[in-house]
């Protein structure tokens, strides 16, 4: 019976370690992935508002490359399952 309540110990212990490692490495991930998604931005971002002609030829104001940039990143539609859309 000791050795029962021994084992029960040690498994609860085991799977509460595992369980709260699978969560320390999740939030670390997902941290990686945001601050992955934040660099793409300011990468977007840069390029959009510092290209003055993206086109042979064609020169876009910066008024209307800020305009490009808010259509593509600015949030628009929420859908049902709460996921948020641009106009793109």
């Known amino acids: 019976m000791e050795d029962a309540k021994e084992a029960l110990t040690s498994n609860t212990e085991f799977f509460k370690k595992s369980y709260e490692d699978s969560i320390t490495e999740s939030k670390k991930i997902t941290h990686q992935q945001e601050e992955s998604i934040k660099r ?3 990468k977007l971002k840069k390029v959009i508002i510092e290209t003055e ?4 030829g064609v ?3 910066k008024i209307q490359r800020n305009k490009i940039y808010d259509t593509l ?3 628009v539609f929420k859908t049902d399952e709460g ?3 641009t106009a793109i």
């Open 53 to 56: 002609e993206p086109f042979d």
């Open 40 to 42: 793409e931005v300011e």
């Open 73 to 75: 990143t600015k949030p």
């Open 83 to 85: 996921k948020m859309l």
């Open 59 to 61: 020169k876009i104001d």
